[in-house]
């Protein structure tokens, strides 16, 4: 019992070291090779996001019509849109 206790202790501590909030962002939203992509392009926010058109984010790496859909509808919950053009 002991052990499992200093264990979880350890491992909280890891986890803490290693936590890079910037990695959050659209986590289980949308795949890691769309959101690198975005980060990239220093993009690490839905108002950040919305600055850009449709078209300009299919456009970059890991996005197809699969992501894109889930990217809008998640953006559409939190009443953000991309930029018209």
């Known amino acids: 019992m002991i ?3 200093i264990m979880s202790k350890s491992l ?4 803490t070291i290693n936590y890079d909030p910037k990695e959050d962002f659209l986590h289980g ?3 890691i090779p769309a959101r690198r992509a975005l980060e990239k392009e220093k993009i690490d926010s839905l108002e950040k996001l919305s600055d850009y ?5 299919m456009q970059m790496h890991g996005f197809g019509k699969n992501t894109m859909e889930k990217l809008k509808n998640h ?4 009443q953000m ?3 018209e053009i």
């Open 12 to 15: 909280n501590s890891i986890y």
């Open 29 to 31: 939203v949308i795949a």
């Open 81 to 83: 849109f991309f930029k």
């Open 75 to 78: 953006m559409k919950e939190n």
């Open 3 to 5: 052990n499992l206790v």
């Open 53 to 57: 058109s449709e078209k300009e984010i």
